[in-house]
């Protein structure tokens, strides 16, 4: 920089010579010495970060005397001011504030000596931003399955940051190695394991040593086989309760029998796990194990379980999972959480009224709430928001709307949407690998003689990755998510400015094979969004949010107490984002409010409140309720919706190719527009989503230009495209349904007794209703035919009860396939059985599982081929479905696998 320096002083001795008339010298007086100014060095420019602490050190002297002051200044032209704390050598330290934007401070050091003259350096601070946007999560192994065969693992995760990152370690706290991390768009640590539980911790660095923390605990044993992950169909039990039920399953891919034991955190035997069909166990041969227990809670905290799996050779044990025990809140207890909400609002209203300064009513409401007796922790955020949590654990949060915006929201209550009702999946989901860890099973494959049984998935992904050449989407059903187009509940609705306007319309108008809006969960004039529309977006490739946005919590991790419940919710990142549901909770009659359908994820920190019972949606609930994506694209249209990854890394770790939001408060009109280009150049030019959103951003700029700036962030894969048009997952190897749509019992398996999927892992099975599912299933997904396509081939396997016995009766359970044109729904060619057309052909076998009420036979693996050259071209449905026909008693179920069309 331009240093203004200290102007030296030279003195020197003069000898003056004069004349007289008497040619006699005057006398020589010598002059005194002037004094010399004292010299100063302010030292070098600096740069730091926000947060940090700056010394000063100067450096000084005066060659004629002493120095008798030193004085610091600030430039009164600094937009932000600090405070200079001086000592008895001159060094000057102060701590930058918590700035948003680069900044510079200018200070003047004023050295005085003791004969009062000055000299003055200068020096400048340039400061950057502290962290904020630090964020690491672990993606496939680690994540979503936690046991492996091998002792040596990879570990695999994505990261944000604002800055460059110093490191990621990865510890095992079993055998106190530790691994620097590869970093590069994400990172990889190759990790040696002992047998049992292994301990993992992940620290991330950032270049201003902020850092941040994840762990995870992954369970080794060389005979490992388990196939899915353990789970339970509850997280939380409440203390006081009586004993509840819970059913608890594993899948297992041994072929020795072993058996499965539930043991409890103290390893005491607790409950068989059996694969019998017998409920709790819906299907017999399945691989799938199933149990049942009674548990009550009798105090606050975790109940954990492992099984145990015994063979006559070998014992080893899955990993642990735990459910919540937790003090139910009273109603006495929500009514004065929602109160803090209230009065944040309040006072930040009342603050407003003769001021715009954001920032500082939210100091004042903070004042406010934390004088309450029933606030434990509370904090501000950036821009005038606030956030806190309660003595019970109860987390809150409260920003202004600002005007344009997708801010919060502001309430006027008017109608509650409906009690939600639906639980998180327990479906088995099946080990698969994910693209940031391809092999990531970590389990050795299983052979018999007839066929490879449960081969490894991340062998059968591998096999499959040289014939990918470019990265789809899996899925084009689109689902839009709008609880504030004309939401009864609130002022702040989006209106025509919705992305329901623009994105999904534009899906819509183009009737494209690549994309179909398939579904739409929106509030216009009522309130028909409820929390279960944010549950499962398994079957989707396209999902688009449009509402309003925050993010809290920054800071309260290193506050948290045991007593306020689990806080692995904030594990991860330095804060959360926060999306908002357009819900509010319902109220008695007396006013008070009501949480039934609501506790279980307030308990888990999977949603919180703010004023008037409105309900905001935290990551741990995305993390809780869906199971796995087919490499969707994820819009997070809504302000500060990725000010960090703490949202978009769950999406990662779900399976999303790409999440696409803002940093900032985002102007509607920019959100808008810009998630509008970015879908209309995808499914026009087939453009990449990294093109598509250069092509946003050159037509729109980088950021909104509004106030906050806000900035279009993505995450994820750059090169990823929308579908083709063309059917995925017909081979069912994604160990998911997918893009198949499912009406009943659909699902997918990976043996029914000593039947294998005729190729690869997994194959698909249609039922009139197995287990707990009572309707008859179908699974449906439309695609449009290539010019050239002419023939449709699959392989199916018939199992009924109802064979021989009941062959030429009235019970005639049938099995069809039909693919039909979806604008001329009549036009269709398929292939259609039934259990009497069977029996006529004979050759049944008897099979080596049971249903329900009794004996099983089947057809064997049959392959059919259809000729489908009269739907070439068009936009068809692929329906597969089973029929109940005659009784609802005796089952029959479908196994079809390798559908093939060319």
């Not at 995305?622 to 990725?642: D, G, I, K, Q, W």
């Not at 249609?766 to 050239?788: N, P, R």
């Amino acid at each position: 920089m331009k240093r203004m320096s200290a102007g030296a002083l030279i003195a020197s001795t003069l000898l003056v010579i004069s004349c007289g008339s008497d040619n006699t010298p005057e006398p020589i007086v010598p002059e005194l010495p002037s004094n010399t100014a004292p010299t100063v060095n302010a030292g070098l420019d600096q740069s730091t970060y926000g947060n940090k602490t700056v010394v000063l050190t100067p450096e000084y002297a005066d060659v004629d005397g002493s120095v008798e002051s030193i004085a610091w200044l600030q430039a009164s032209t600094d937009e932000i001011s600090v405070a200079l704390q001086v000592d008895e050598t001159g060094n000057a330290t102060f701590t930058v504030p918590d700035i948003y934007q680069d900044t510079s401070l200018n200070f003047q050091i004023e050295v005085t000596d003791n004969e009062g003259a000055v000299s003055t350096d200068n020096i400048s601070v340039a400061a950057v931003p502290a962290e904020h946007s630090l964020a690491l999560s672990i993606q496939g192994f680690g994540h979503s399955m936690k046991v492996t065969s091998q002792s040596l693992v990879s570990l695999a995760g994505v990261y944000s940051a604002d800055h460059p990152l110093q490191s990621i370690l990865v510890t095992n706290q079993k055998t106190n190695i530790t691994t620097a991390a590869i970093i590069d768009d994400g990172w990889t640590a190759d990790v040696s394991l002992l047998e049992g539980d292994n301990t993992l911790n992940i620290t991330a660095v950032s270049a201003d040593n902020t850092s941040i923390n994840i762990s995870t605990v992954v369970t080794y044993y060389p005979s490992i086989d388990f196939t899915t992950a353990l789970q339970f169909d509850t997280s939380v039990l409440y203390v006081g309760d009586d004993s509840t039920e819970v059913v608890v399953s594993i899948g297992s891919g041994s072929v020795n029998s072993p058996t499965l034991t539930l043991l409890n955190d103290a390893d005491e035997d607790v409950t068989m796990l059996l694969d019998n069909g017998t409920l709790p166990d819906e299907i017999e041969g399945d691989g799938i194990f199933t149990g049942k227990f009674d548990i009550a809670a009798l105090a606050q905290g975790e109940l954990c379980y492992r099984v145990k799996a015994t063979t006559t050779e070998v014992e080893y044990a899955s990993e642990l999972a735990c459910i919540w025990g937790a003090n139910a809140y009273t109603e006495e207890q929500v009514n004065a959480s929602v109160s803090v909400a209230d009065l944040a609002k309040a006072t930040v209203d009342e603050y407003l009224i003769n001021s715009d300064d954001v920032s500082a009513a939210a100091e004042s409401a903070l004042a406010a709430i934390k004088a309450l007796d029933n606030v434990a922790e509370a904090s501000i955020t950036p821009n005038g928001g606030l956030w806190w949590v309660d003595n019970t654990g109860i987390l809150g949060m409260h920003h202004p709307n600002i005007a344009g915006s997708k801010s919060a929201g502001t309430l006027v209550r008017h109608s509650v949407a409906s009690v939600p009702t639906q639980k998180a999946s327990t479906a088995p989901r099946y080990y698969q690998s994910n693209k940031y860890n391809q092999v990531n099973s970590h389990i050795v494959p299983v052979s018999n003689a007839n066929n490879n049984k449960l081969q490894a998935v991340a062998n059968q992904v591998l096999n499959n990755v040289s014939t990918i050449t470019e990265n789809r989407i899996q899925s084009s059903r689109a689902v839009i998510v709008s609880p504030y187009i004309n939401n009864p509940n609130t002022n702040s609705n989006f209106g025509l400015s919705d992305d329901y306007f623009s994105v999904w319309k534009s899906i819509e108008n183009a009737n494209s094979c690549k994309i179909d809006a398939d579904t739409a969960f929106i509030n216009d004039g009522q309130v028909d969004i409820t929390l279960d529309s944010f549950k499962n977006f398994s079957e989707f490739g396209y999902i688009h949010f449009s509402t309003h946005g925050d993010n809290y919590y920054q800071g309260l991790l290193s506050l948290w107490q045991d007593a306020w419940g689990p806080n692995d919710f904030l594990q991860g990142s330095l804060s959360l984002v926060a999306l908002y549901t357009g819900i509010i909770l319902p109220t008695d009659s007396n006013g008070d409010y009501i949480i039934d359908g609501y506790e279980n994820d307030l308990q888990t920190k999977r949603l919180a409140l703010g004023y008037g019972g409105s309900i905001v949606i935290l990551p741990a609930f995305f993390e809780h309720y869906l199971t796995s994506l087919p490499n969707s694209l994820v819009s997070l249209s809504a302000c500060r919706s990725m000010y960090n990854n703490s949202l978009a890394n769950v999406f990662l770790a779900k399976g999303a190719g790409a999440v696409m939001g803002y940093d900032d408060y985002v102007l509607t009109n920019y959100a808008q527009n810009t998630t509008n280009t970015i879908l209309t150049e995808m499914m026009d030019n087939d453009a990449t989503f990294g093109e598509a959103v250069d092509v946003a951003k050159t037509t729109y700029g980088n950021s909104d230009g509004g106030t906050n700036n806000a900035f279009l962030l993505t995450a994820g894969a750059k090169d990823l495209k929308l579908p083709d048009g063309q059917f995925t997952n017909l081979d069912f190897e994604q160990g998911t349904l997918g893009a198949w749509k499912k009406e009943g019992d659909g699902r997918i398996l990976s043996q029914l007794g000593s039947t294998l999927p005729t190729g690869g892992s997994f194959t698909g099975i249609i039922s009139t209703g197995l287990g707990y599912t009572t309707s008859s299933g179908s699974i449906v997904q439309e695609a449009c035919l290539v010019d050239s396509v002419t023939t449709l081939s699959f392989n199916w396997n018939f199992f009924s009860e109802e064979f021989l016995e009941y062959c030429g009766s009235q019970f005639d359970d049938s099995f069809s396939v039909a693919l039909c044109d979806v604008n001329d729904p009549d036009n269709c060619v398929g292939f259609e059985t039934s259990v009497n057309e069977l029996c006529e052909i004979g050759q049944l076998t008897a099979a080596d599982i049971s249903f329900d009420e009794g004996d099983v036979h089947r057809t064997g693996w049959l392959n059919q081929v259809v000729d489908i050259s009269s739907l070439a071209g068009k936009k068809v449905s692929l329906n597969i479905s089973a029929s109940d026909v005659g009784d609802s008693i005796y089952d029959s179920a479908i196994l079809i696998d390798d559908i093939i069309i060319e």
